[in-house]
């Protein structure tokens, strides 16, 4: 059974960081790659950042392009997103995604709130 478990959300004020952290397991972690997507309340999924098996290609979104850093270890089977210079706007429910985009499979998410 393919899970996928986030932690180290949090409230954060604005221009604080956090890092986020995904526990795989019940497959092939570096046969695949893994994927950051969010939600905001009120609102669809949105794709954060990828990055490919081996961890030397990563993608962003314009909106988090310079802020946010996806890695992977694959010793571990974690995957990780760390999070600089946060906005309100990045208030969402963020969880972490198997294959590129959306992937097939997502974790239950973990909450990030920025606000002063």
């Known amino acids: 059974e393919v899970q996928l478990v986030e932690s180290g959300g949090g409230m954060v004020q604005p221009g604080g960081s956090l890092r986020l952290s995904c526990a795989a397991s019940?497959?092939?972690?570096?046969?695949?790659?893994m994927s950051w997507v969010r939600q905001a309340p009120g609102k669809g999924p949105e794709w954060v950042s990828d990055?490919?098996?081996?961890?030397?290609?990563?993608a962003y979104a314009d909106s988090v392009k310079g802020r946010f850093t996806i890695s992977r270890d694959n010793t571990k089977n974690m995957l990780y997103l760390q999070m600089n210079s946060l906005k309100p706007e990045d208030t969402a429910l963020y969880s972490c995604?198997?294959?590129w985009g959306t992937g097939d499979y997502r974790g239950q998410g973990t909450r990030v709130t920025v606000s002063s």
């Open positions: 995604a198997r294959g």
């Open positions: 990055i490919n098996i081996g961890g030397e290609s990563t």
């Open positions: 019940g497959f092939t972690f570096s046969n695949y790659a």
